[in-house]
């Protein structure tokens, strides 16, 4: 019968499989992607145009931004870990190992900038409330916590904008130099024609 084949087909389409990634992980890569592209452009802006009433809105809302991008790739990893059987493999040639790589190097940048920065901010003993809700109350300051994020929070963050290049470049060259349909794999499944077999 027709409805529980597509009614399972459909119900399948929020988890990963072999062929691509599930609609959950494509909201979480791109909900995220346009979120890091707002800290990056404020902070570029800010250092091209200093203080104008847009850099202030971008860069005033950098800390919170920060805070749920730390909570959101907590979530697309304990989502990557439930999925891990089922999204697409990892390939065993030195090109698929290379882009593990890229990618557990994304994962780790994604967790180190925003945690060190709001340990400084923990450490600066300033109430710190994202969106509201309270996180931090105000205390004593503790300088020891601060140092690493004045240190290398910038350093990092640009670093992690390099590697963002080098993916996006990567996915450039899959598409139009190799043309492997890797791509696709993370965006919306195309609607156009009668399926043509299982996948
Ligand atoms: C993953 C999220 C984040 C990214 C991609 C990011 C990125 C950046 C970038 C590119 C800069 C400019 C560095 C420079 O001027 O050379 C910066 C500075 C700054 N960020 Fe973030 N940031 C993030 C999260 C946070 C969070 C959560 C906070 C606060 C709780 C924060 C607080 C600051 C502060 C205070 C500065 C200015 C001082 C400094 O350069 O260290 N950031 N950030
Ligand atoms: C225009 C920007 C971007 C494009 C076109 C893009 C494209 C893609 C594509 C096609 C894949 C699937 C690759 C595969 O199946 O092997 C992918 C995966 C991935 N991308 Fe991006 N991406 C972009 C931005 C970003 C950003 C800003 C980040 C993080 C800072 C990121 C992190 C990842 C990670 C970690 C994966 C592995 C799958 C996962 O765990 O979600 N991407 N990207």
Redesign the pocket.
């Known amino acids: 019968m027709a409805i529980p084949r597509l009614s399972s087909s459909s119900a399948a389409r929020w988890l990963d499989s072999p062929e691509?990634?599930g609609w959950v992980?494509q909201a979480?890569?791109?909900g995220?992607?346009a979120l890091?592209?707002w800290q990056f452009t404020g902070m570029v802006l800010r250092l091209l145009l200093g203080r104008t009433p847009v850099t202030a809105v971008m860069v005033g809302s950098h800390a919170p931004v920060g805070t749920l991008l730390l909570g959101l790739v907590l979530l697309?990893l304990l989502w990557?870990w439930g999925n891990r059987h089922r999204?697409?493999p990892r390939e065993r040639t030195p090109a698929g190992r290379a882009?593990w790589l890229g990618?557990a190097a994304?994962?780790l940048?994604?967790i180190v900038i925003p945690l060190l920065a709001l340990l400084r901010h923990y450490g600066s003993g300033r109430a710190f409330a994202p969106f509201g809700v309270p996180l931090m109350a105000a205390s004593d300051k503790l300088p020891w916590l601060m140092a690493p994020a004045d240190a290398v929070h910038g350093l990092l963050a640009w670093l992690?904008l390099a590697?963002?290049a080098g993916?996006?470049l990567m996915?450039?060259v899959?598409q139009y130099v190799w043309r492997d349909g890797?791509?696709?794999?993370?965006?919306p499944r195309r609607r156009k024609g009668p399926p043509s077999g299982p996948g």
């Open positions: 691509r990634y992980s979480l890569h791109w995220m992607a890091f592209a697309r990557a999204r697409p882009a990618h994304l994962y940048l994604m992690l590697l963002v993916h996006v996915v450039l899959h890797i791509a696709g794999r993370m965006l």
